[in-house]
């Protein structure tokens, strides 16, 4: 299982509540909430990731705008993907 942690303190500023607040599609496996409102967003594997970005690239308005910011922690914090999944 891959646990991709979104510091709610990062560039970003997404935090578990970001996902309520502008109806963000949760990753496949669910997203836990940390102590300090981190995000940690659940995933079998890469290709489930990619699927994900994709979905979050689709989005529109505000949420496009949230899924970006998203998609660019996840980039940061997991660059091995990029290596796998040249599609990331």
Same mark, same amino acid.
């Given at each position: 299982?891959?646990r991709?942690?979104?510091?709610?303190?990062?560039?970003? +500023?997404?935090?578990?509540?970001?996902?309520?607040? %502008? @109806?963000?599609?949760?990753p #496949?496996?669910g $997203?836990?909430?940390?102590?300090?409102?981190?995000?940690?967003?659940?995933?079998?594997?890469?290709?489930?990731?990619?699927? %994900?970005?994709?979905? @979050?690239?689709?989005?529109?308005?505000?949420? +496009?705008? *949230?899924?970006?910011? $998203?998609? +660019?922690?996840?980039?940061? @914090? *997991? #660059?091995? @993907?990029?290596?796998?999944?040249?599609?990331?």
């Amino acid at each position: 299982m891959l646990r991709i942690s979104i510091p709610s303190n990062g560039p970003s +500023k997404i935090n578990f509540s970001s996902f309520m607040n %502008y @109806l963000l599609p949760i990753p #496949p496996k669910g $997203i836990d909430n940390e102590l300090n409102n981190d995000a940690v967003l659940l995933f079998d594997n890469e290709e489930e990731v990619r699927i %994900y970005t994709d979905k @979050l690239n689709q989005l529109p308005g505000s949420q +496009k705008k *949230v899924g970006n910011e $998203i998609i +660019k922690a996840i980039m940061r @914090l *997991v #660059p091995s @993907l990029r290596a796998k999944s040249p599609t990331l």
